[in-house]
């Protein structure tokens, strides 16, 4: 547990995963559905595709004409729908499709957790 992230008050930081049984934060939903304008490539990583709403958004992103690319380790219902569908670890796999091989992605990534 000590390994584990903490905040400044020394508690367990809550990573942002929807745990089986709880909704999905509203003002998550709400950013989705600001951002989806501007969205360019719609990636799915590590998802069932049968857990409402998240498994609605590759479906409604298909329909706005955005390109969906699917990273699983087994094809879900949506993969034939995809534009792009890849069967694998999200690790081995990311860093390969985004071109981060040369130790970047651990720098991206962090960089996008700050």
Same mark, same amino acid.
């Given at each position: 547990v000590d390994k584990l992230p903490h905040d400044?008050?020394?508690?367990?930081l809550r990573p942002a =995963? =929807?745990?089986?049984?709880?909704s999905m934060d509203d003002r998550v939903i709400a950013r989705v559905e600001l951002? @989806?304008?501007?969205?360019?490539?719609f990636v799915v990583v590590g998802a069932s %595709? $049968? $857990?409402?709403? %998240?498994?609605?958004f590759s479906s409604a992103m298909a329909r706005r004409g955005v390109p969906v690319?699917?990273?699983?380790?087994?094809?879900?219902? =949506?993969?034939q729908t995809c534009n792009f569908a890849f069967q694998g670890k999200a690790a081995d796999?990311?860093?390969?499709?985004?071109?981060?091989d040369d130790g970047?992605? @651990?720098?991206? %990534?962090a960089t996008a957790a700050a």
């Open positions: 400044a008050e020394g508690r367990l =995963v =929807v745990w089986f049984g709880e951002e @989806q304008d501007r969205c360019e490539l %595709a $049968v $857990v409402h709403p %998240a498994a609605g690319c699917e990273i699983n380790l087994d094809s879900t219902s =949506v993969s796999l990311l860093p390969k499709l985004f071109d981060l970047s992605a @651990q720098e991206t %990534a």
